[in-house]
């Protein structure tokens, strides 16, 4: 695609084959070296610093209305955890975040599963290291947040074989990930279910081949639908572990964090992510879907870069 005023040059599709058929097989595909190394040690270091300001501040509730006790916009959202800093609405806490959530293999690969033209619609980092008493957890036996952000009929739909949802994330891992360092579960294949989540997470926990969860380098980004039940892993070696996380939805839905975009960031958005950050008021959503499984990906490199200097 062109850079036009209501959008960016983004790869079409951004998946390869293989990774679109993973996706639509368990709902969730890990996309190895979206990031540089570099790039990782450089948004490391800023969420670092957002985690160090924000305890400044005295932990301010990211769900509060009063946006004065925040940090650049960003507050967090489990206010008393020591080894867990969710850190919620940080769109504009740095540019590095800014650049992430524009960054245009997440949109291509977000706009592919959603079908057509998006917006951000949430923005993310979690910072976290072992929970206390993290020594008597049985890994066999551990159970976990598990929960879906959209229901099946609502969020998904089929064309041309292919599956489609409205609300997907990208979740970069900016840590490398081993197998006792938390990287997020999935319950393979339930954005496909429409059943009630208890009875799937159930049956996760009687038969726990079920439970995929990911094991990957630095700078790579998991890709998932959010009628996919997921959770954070179980963490207990020595690493603390570092991820991002960009929600994107359909242009005509909502921002649903409790961010809000200040007049000197406003100004600074190009015509050509206008529609990334304001969605668009219209009900007649703007289709674009891959119509073949086997299309080859746009393989194109993209930096993590500027984000007010793409178009
Ligand atoms: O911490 C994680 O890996 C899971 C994040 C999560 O549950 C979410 O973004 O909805």
Known sequence: MTPTEEGMDVPFPALTPAQRLHLDIYGYVVVPETLTADECGAMIEALQKLKRDLTGAGNPASRSQDQSTKVRGAGLANVNSTHHHFMRDIEQADPLFTAYITHPRMLGMAAETIGGEIRMVESNAHINSRAPGWETQDRSNCKYSFHRGIDVPYGSYTRHGLYHCN???????????????????????THKMDLPPEQLIECAYQDRSLIHQVIAP????????EPLIHATGLLTSERERVIIITG???????????????????????????????????WNRRVKERTELMADADPRPFELGIWNQRH
């Open 248 to 282: 994107y939805g359909p242009a005509q839905l909502p921002y649903w964090g409790d961010g809000e975009l200040t007049a000197e960031f406003k100004a600074q958005i190009p015509a050509s992510q206008h529609l990334l950050w304001h969605g668009r008021q219209n």
């Open 167 to 189: 609300f997907v994330k990208t979740l970069t891992n900016l840590t490398e990930l081993g197998p006792n360092d938390g990287g997020t579960v999935v319950i393979a294949g």
């Open 218 to 225: 630095a700078g790579s980004t998991l890709l998932f639908v």
